[in-house]
């Protein structure tokens, strides 16, 4: 379960900041099965906070490069889904019709 809070902060015309918070709460601890039966990954419940910074930079009405950066503030004890990154960034190119 999660949920994106963010306010857009106008720099300029053409420059955006949104600045953010992604709580996202995983409601049971994982499983996994071998050949003892299933086993349970304890701690691997709770809540995963992260911080998000997004910079988008409109070049015209339909496109616009956005510069998404994000690090978890506090993370559950044991994270097997593969989320388990210190650090995130990303640039993407949106074109909207």
């Known amino acids: 379960m999660l949920v994106r809070v963010a306010y857009n902060v ?5 420059l955006v900041l949104i600045p953010g918070i992604l709580p996202i709460y995983h409601l049971a601890n994982d499983e996994f099965s071998n050949l003892n039966g299933k086993q349970i990954i304890h ?3 709770g809540i995963t ?7 988008l ?4 009405g339909s ?3 956005e ?3 994000g690090s978890p503030v506090v993370a559950r004890d ?5 989320l388990t990154r210190s650090f995130v960034a990303t640039i993407q190119y949106q074109l909207s019709f």
Do not use: E, Q
């Open 78 to 82: 044991v994270r097997p889904d593969g």
């Open 49 to 55: 906070l992260n911080a998000n910074v997004f910079l």
């Open 43 to 45: 701690g691997s419940k």
């Open 67 to 69: 510069l998404n950066l």
């Open 57 to 60: 930079y409109k070049i015209n």
């Open 63 to 65: 496109s616009a490069f």
């Open 10 to 14: 106008p720099l300029s015309k053409k």
